[in-house]
Nanobody, 124 residues
Framework: HVQLVESGGGSVQVGGSLRLSCEAS????????MGWFRQAPGKEREGVAA???????TYADSVKGRFTISKDNAKNTLYLQMSSLKPEDTAMYYC???????????????????WGQGTQVTVS
């Protein structure tokens, strides 16, 4: 049974930084990809960043150079380091994982099987 629990959200000023964490349990070697997504009120869920089994990363254009995704396999934890935050980064942030996601589709929410409950990030 896969469980994902996000933490680290909060309120931050424009230009500030936050680090989100996602503790995972129940994953197997079959899960080849983990990702961070976000959803603002009235908007569709969008992919922010993803990381493959070998550590290869994918970023949305809107966060390139500002966000960094990483994982600690020993701790079964996924991270999202966010810096130079903007008001448009305000959203609920979710982590997700999948048995298989094509490298070209890693920012597509519909390709992920398991989701956490989300953590709110507010930038003002």
């Amino acid at each position: 049974h896969v469980q994902l629990v996000e933490s680290g959200g909060g309120s931050v000023q424009v230009g500030g930084s936050l680090r989100l964490s996602c503790e995972a349990s129940g994953l197997t070697d079959s899960h080849n990809c983990m990702g961070w997504f976000r959803q603002a009120p009235g908007k569709e869920r969008e992919g922010v960043a993803a990381i493959g089994r070998i550590g290869d990363t994918t970023y949305a254009d809107s966060v390139k150079g500002r966000f960094t995704i990483s994982k600690d396999n020993a701790k079964n934890t996924l991270y999202l380091q966010m810096s130079s935050l903007k008001p448009e980064d305000t959203a609920m942030y979710y982590c997700a994982t999948a048995i298989w996601v094509s490298p070209t589709r890693r920012l597509r929410a519909t390709d992920y099987d398991y989701w956490g409950q989300g953590t709110q990030v507010t930038v003002s």
